[in-house]
């Protein structure tokens, strides 16, 4: 669009030069080049003015529910997500068979490392982070799917406009993946996002009662009781999905 819009002006201006010699024609044709120019620039105005904003907020706090196709895992957990140092804290606390878990975890993706945190017994272990951090939203050169809404348009606050995208993605070891994510179209706010891969199948990621901001920042900073920032990493690296496996495995 910014070519055809550059491509527009420079042939009217162009045109405007080499009428220019003709003085009886002059203000005639300055006129024609003019229009040319004001239509071009208010086509790509209005075009851009209805284009989504392709990134999500920066810094998000909110929950979300996590799901597999083969059914080896679900869970609803809180996070806090800042995409400008690639921090992200997952937490996750209920009761079973009487008895209360905490699963509380701090990735940081810009150091490589996961802090696993019990803050009741101020007890933290420190593990390699093995991923690269994918930031919320849409991610580049994707395709729109469509424009959705959820809920009703029939009345007033009823429904929720939304867009959703899709992108193949290709990994190091050359596997492709579909990966779709659907966000509002004010504001590219997660909503949900559509994930394959070979060992989960599917995956099904819903965002809910999402905030901008982040209430507590000191929050995506390792508590005083942690292994500091130069302390070695112990144990096997993990990654994401290793991360929800083990939510899993204590909320079950």
Not at 18 to 32: A, F, Q, T, V, W
Not at 50 to 55: K, W
Not at 67 to 82: P, R, V
């Amino acid at each position: 669009m910014r070519s055809v819009l550059l491509l527009a002006c420079l042939l009217g201006l162009s045109l405007a030069a080499s009428l220019e010699r003709k003085p009886h024609h002059c203000s005639k044709y300055l006129c024609i080049a003019f229009v040319v120019i004001y239509i071009a620039i208010f086509t790509h105005l209005h075009v851009f003015a209805f284009f989504p904003n392709l990134e999500s907020p920066g810094l998000l706090t909110g929950g979300f529910t996590f799901s597999t196709q083969n059914e080896k895992a679900w869970f609803y957990a809180g996070y806090e997500y800042d995409a400008w140092q690639q921090r992200i804290r997952l937490y996750e606390t209920g009761t079973y068979n009487n008895q209360s878990f905490t699963y509380d975890v701090l990735l940081l993706y810009g150091e490589g490392v996961m802090y696993q945190i019990d803050t009741k017994a101020s007890k933290c272990t420190k593990q390699p982070l093995q991923a690269d951090f994918m930031p919320l939203g849409v991610p580049p050169n994707a395709s729109l799917l469509g424009q959705y809404v959820i809920g009703s348009s029939s009345g007033p606050g009823e429904g929720l406009l939304v867009d959703t995208w899709f992108k193949i993605l290709i990994f190091k070891e050359g596997v492709l993946s579909q990966y779709m994510v659907t966000v509002t179209e004010f504001g590219c706010i997660p909503v949900s996002t559509l994930y394959q891969t070979k060992e989960y199948g599917w995956i099904v990621v819903s965002y809910i009662n999402t905030i901008k901001g982040i209430l507590d920042p000191s929050s995506l900073s390792p508590p005083s009781f942690c292994p500091g920032l130069d302390a070695k990493p112990e144990g096997t690296p993990v990654d994401f999905f290793t991360v929800v496996s083990n939510l899993k495995k204590i909320a079950v």
